[in-house]
Nanobody, 128 residues
Framework: QLQLVESGGGLVQPGGSARLSCVAS????????IGWFRQAPGKEREGVSC????????KYADSTEGRFTISRDNAEKTIYLQLDNLKPEETGIYYC?????????????????????WGQGTKVTVSS
């Protein structure tokens, strides 16, 4: 069984940056894609980014517009999400999750039930 713990959230000014971390414990982390999701207040959870098991393939939601960067360190069992030039509408709880597969595609990123294990989330508030 895999456990995921997110950190790095907090209060960020519009245009500011944050770096989220997702640390895994347990077996299987290196063999599966990992995704980051965001749930804004009153909205459904949506996919933000995912990365394949090897780290070679990354996908992003169109709304990130090149401002977010996902990476992974399999030796440290950690996934990172760098958030730059944040916007107030990107406020929400950010979750990391392990997919059922090694691949990361837009279709997988857009389907939350393709992800098996979920962390508890870290809250990011973008406000002045």
């Amino acid at each position: 069984q895999l456990q995921l713990v997110e950190s790095g959230g907090g209060l960020v000014q519009p245009g500011g940056s944050a770096r989220l971390s997702c640390v895994a414990s347990g077996i299987g982390f290196n063999y599966f894609a990992i995704g980051w999701f965001r749930q804004a207040p009153g909205k459904e959870r949506e996919g933000v980014s995912c990365i394949s098991s090897s780290g070679d393939v990354t996908k992003y939601a169109d709304s990130t517009e090149g401002r977010f960067t996902i990476s992974r360190d399999n030796a440290e069992k950690t996934i990172y999400l760098q958030l730059d030039n944040l916007k107030p509408e990107e406020t929400g709880i950010y979750y990391c999750a392990e997919a059922y597969w090694a691949d990361c595609t837009s279709a997988i990123l857009n389907t939350a039930h393709f992800f098996n294990y979920w962390g508890q989330g870290t809250k990011v508030t973008v406000s002045s």
